[in-house]
């Protein structure tokens, strides 16, 4: 099973085993983690499951859909490296994603 470590912006670290075809903001959920709050459950419509994904996986993880783009715009702590959590599926590609969660 790939291993995502989401990087906590208290300086904590979590390495969380994540099935693959789940998502990013599913892991994060299911083990409880402070900072995806996930309001609308990965309909990408709430922006509260937002990360920033470590430069180095960027193109591993790829780009935001234009409707996914639209709800990053809303915030305002989007960076270049935002994506919206419920939207990266998990692959075994994606065994050792870092992504890091923005302070609340
Ligand atoms: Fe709402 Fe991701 S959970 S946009």
Known sequence: MPVVKYLQSNG?????????????MQG????????????CGGACS???C???VD???MAVVGEACD???????ASNTVRSNSRLSCQIEI?????GLIVAIPAE
């Open 67 to 73: 409707m996914e783009k639209d709800m990053l715009s």
């Open 28 to 39: 994060a959920v299911d083990n409880m983690l402070e900072g995806i709050v996930a309001e």
């Open 91 to 95: 692959t075994p590609e994606l065994d």
């Open 55 to 57: 430069e180095a996986w």
């Open 50 to 52: 937002q990360v920033y």
């Open 46 to 48: 709430c922006a509260t």
């Open 12 to 24: 904590q670290t979590f390495e969380v085993d994540v099935p693959i075809g789940s998502s990013v």
